[in-house]
Antibody, heavy 116, light 106 residues
Framework: EVQLVESGGGLVQPGGSLRLSCAAS????????MNWVRQAPGKGLEWVSYISSSSSTIYYADSVKGRFTISRDNAKNSLYLQMNSLRDEDTAVYYC?????????WGQGTLVTVSS | DIQMTQSPSTLSASVGDRVTITCRAS??????LAWYQQKPGKAPKLLIYKASSLESGVPSRFSGSGSGTEFTLTISSLQPDDFATYYC????????FGQGTKVEIK
């Protein structure tokens, strides 16, 4: 069974940092590209970042470019999102998702709250 | 960046209605488009990928069409379980989403 489990969310002050993790199981993690997607309370889905299976190709949304860094460790079946210089508008549920055709499997999400 | 414009933002319909949602890309994305259904408090569910391919396990009343910059999602006969919010997403470059269409009961 494919499973994606996010962790690392929480309350952080503006300007702070947080590192999200996504533990993958039930499939060959190293064969798939992955995405981070977020959803602010009551708002729509916002794509955040993409990483290819080998980490050779990485994309970011303009809203997080220069502040967030996506990475993966295929030996540990894990995906990461390092978030620096956090702003109020980064408050959201953050999902990791496997890309196969579309994003066919999603985690349950982890809530990041940026507030003083 | 590729922008995705989805319409309408809200749609009121009845059980049994045929429903169509449109998504327009700011530049050609070939057929690299997916459609998702999301219910409150849940992760999105993939319905359609590569513009017109039905994800395994998704009812055949859902269909997608289009290529280039214009795409549509059609629900042939709306069922009670289909009242939800629908999103398109391009994955030609990055993964921009449309702003969503809430399908509500008329």
């Amino acid at each position: 069974e494919v499973q994606l489990v996010e962790s690392g969310g929480g309350l952080v002050q503006p300007g702070g940092s947080l590192r999200l993790s996504c533990a993958a199981s039930g499939f060959t993690f190293s064969s798939y590209s992955m995405n981070w997607v977020r959803q602010a309370p009551g708002k729509g889905l916002e794509w955040v970042s993409y990483i290819s299976s080998s980490s050779s190709t990485i994309y970011y949304a303009d809203s997080v470019k220069g502040r967030f860094t996506i990475s993966r460790d295929n030996a540990k079946n894990s995906l990461y999102l390092q978030m620096n210089s956090l702003r109020d508008e980064d408050t959201a549920v953050y999902y990791c998702a496997r890309l196969s055709g579309g994003n066919d499997y999603w985690g349950q999400g982890t809530l990041v709250t940026v507030s003083s | 960046d590729i922008q995705m414009t989805q319409s309408p933002s809200t749609l009121s319909a009845s059980v049994g209605d045929r429903v169509t949602i449109t998504c327009r890309a700011s530049q050609s994305i070939s057929s690299w488009l997916a459609w998702y259904q999301q219910k409150p408090g849940k992760a999105p569910k993939l319905l359609i990928y590569k513009a017109s391919s039905l994800e395994s396990g998704v009812p055949s009343r859902f269909s997608g069409s289009g290529s280039g910059t214009e795409f549509t999602l059609t629900i042939s006969s709306l069922q009670p379980d289909d009242f939800a919010t629908y999103y398109c997403q391009q994955y030609n470059s990055g993964g921009t989403f449309g702003q969503g269409t809430k399908v509500e009961i008329k």
